[in-house]
């Protein structure tokens, strides 16, 4: 297993290691498996809110230093490629680069409008994604100490949003969160305080979403200590 910091991330290093399964039909979208392990390290990142339960999936939202969010973009640009060439194998359909871009959300977004409700109003588009992909027939529609220090974080508003893997059977996160002196935590994952605290944490590209009117890339936080 290879582990990039992002900071070292470039197009030469992932370009050909980024390998997509086939197209799966979920109840109102499409996933498709990333087939490589691709692992990135984050240091320096921060937390603006705890771990959040969305349409049955535990999340976190990590806030990121703003000299991260080119390198997440050679990730965006290479996926928007890939798709573009891929569709047409995945759907037997074109699709007009012009619409990917359109569609395509950036995995690195501004925190405060990811927390707002930003989606988009489908009267407002003239295409959807599920035209190219489906036939007429488909009906899916800390209190910081230093006041240096505080100011920093509160100007890192770029965030991502990341799944984190879920074991059924002891109804926890599936993840090793470790706290600053390196002792593994074993709460739950809703009693776990990471809102004010600092981390470093490990990101997997788990896959990629296509939806009606969007599309992005998914990634799973893997592995976390909290500073």
């Not at 965030?159 to 109804?171: A, F």
């Not at 896959?207 to 500073?227: A, N, P």
Request: aromatic share 12%; with cysteine.
């Amino acid at each position: 297993m290879s582990v990039y910091k992002i900071s070292e991330i470039d197009e030469n290093k992932i370009k050909d290691k980024i390998k997509f399964g086939k197209p799966c039909l979920k109840i109102n979208h499409y996933f498709i498996n990333c087939d490589s392990d691709i692992f990135v390290q984050l240091d320096n990142v921060y937390f603006k809110q705890n771990f959040q339960k969305i349409d049955g999936k535990i999340t976190a939202t990590i806030n990121i230093n703003e000299s991260f969010e080119k390198n997440f973009l050679i990730f965006d640009n290479f996926i928007i490629n890939l798709v573009n060439d891929m569709f047409p194998l995945w759907f037997n359909k074109e699709i007009d680069m012009d619409d990917l871009l359109e569609y395509y959300i950036p995995t690195v977004t501004d925190y405060y409008e990811n927390t707002e409700n930003t989606e988009r109003n489908e009267q407002e588009v003239t295409s959807d994604l599920f035209s190219y992909t489906s036939s007429e027939d488909d009906d899916y529609e800390k209190n910081e100490e230093n006041e240096e220090n505080e100011e920093n974080k509160n100007d890192m508003e770029l965030s991502m949003s990341c799944e984190i893997p879920y074991n059924y059977e002891e109804s926890d996160l599936d993840i090793m969160i470790f706290d600053s002196s390196n002792n593994l935590i074993e709460e739950l994952w809703n009693n776990i305080e990471l809102m004010g605290k600092d981390g470093i944490c490990i990101v997997k590209l788990s896959g990629l979403k296509i939806e009606k009117t969007k599309f992005h890339s998914v990634w799973e936080l893997v592995q976390l200590k909290i500073c």
